[in-house]
């Protein structure tokens, strides 16, 4: 099904870095498994580009450990399109963010102006340093998260799972995932209009199915390491640990024949529409 696998954490530092809480991106394929700690988003877009490019006959799976989407509701309370509400919501972004080659955004900044857009307040976003509050933005989170849900349904089902996912409207703190979201979302469009049709987007532009793929096809899925059990990573970052044993998890997945249906949770249908048009869902969550 695929010759490469990509797992790729994303990160939200504003200033280059290296070590922990920085970009890691793990890499099994037939030569073997390797990983790189760029101290850019820049760089690791060029690194991305070329992983991808390498072998146009390759078949590559790319997964991001930062949301796809927001919760259903999003793209009506942001005044978007929602005719196709995932990608409305992805060309706002694309056209608000800046990311500089230095690591320097605006991320803040637009999540301020975002929950101006959908709430007139300091809601859903939350969590930004001092220097950055406003009266859209708070530090710490509010009550209720506003016109839109917490959570999206995977979200909702890891949680039931006893799981502890964090929210896509969390941008500061341990574990959050909300500033990655916001500086991601725009570097995954850019990466896919660069492959142009050797591109497709899981579950958006494929459905709740496997992907059919064909020599040189790229298919990027959200995934969320913390699913797995991470080794011992002793005089490792975590990070570089938890990358690379998703990426060898996923390898092993499609060895054994069982990666297919991970691509098809089983969801009712009114469940799979509002996965497939606004929120995404995270490869192997059942």
């Not at 080659?101 to 975002?114: G, P």
């Not at 089902?157 to 006893?162: E, K, V």
Request: charged share 20%; with cysteine.
């Amino acid at each position: 099904m695929f010759d490469r696998f990509i797992v790729v954490d994303w990160s939200a530092q504003s200033t280059p870095k290296h070590g922990a809480d920085s970009i890691w991106i793990a890499v099994e394929d037939a030569t073997g498994a390797r990983s790189w700690n760029p101290r850019t988003r820049a760089e690791a877009e060029v690194i991305l580009d070329e992983l991808v490019n390498r072998s146009t006959a390759d078949r590559t799976l790319i997964g991001v450990d930062f949301s796809l989407g927001y919760p259903a509701g999003t793209a009506a309370a942001l005044g978007v399109d929602v005719s196709m509400p995932w990608r409305s919501t992805w060309d706002l972004l694309i056209d608000l963010i800046v990311d500089e080659s230095n690591n320097r955004n605006n991320r803040f900044e637009v999540a301020s102006l975002l929950n101006e857009r959908m709430s007139g307040g300091a809601r859903p976003f939350w969590g930004c340093p001092p220097s950055a509050r406003s009266i859209n933005l708070a530090s710490t989170k509010p009550t209720g998260v506003g016109p839109v849900p917490e959570w999206r349904s995977v979200e909702a089902t890891l949680r039931i799972q006893g799981r502890r996912p964090f929210s896509s409207w969390q941008l500061l703190g341990a574990g959050a995932v909300g500033s990655q979201t916001l500086l991601g979302v725009p570097m995954v469009a850019r990466v896919v209009e660069r492959l142009g049709g050797r591109a497709a987007i899981w579950p958006f532009t494929t459905g709740l199915s496997a992907p059919l793929c064909v020599a040189g096809s790229v298919v990027i899925a959200e995934v969320w390491p913390s699913i797995l059990e991470i080794p011992d990573h002793r005089g490792r970052v975590r990070d570089e640990a938890q990358v690379e044993t998703t990426a060898a998890w996923l390898a092993g997945c499609a060895r054994d024949g069982t990666l297919p249906a991970m691509f098809s949770p089983t969801l009712d249908a009114g469940g799979a529409r509002i996965v497939v048009n606004e929120e995404g869902w995270v490869l192997g969550v059942v």
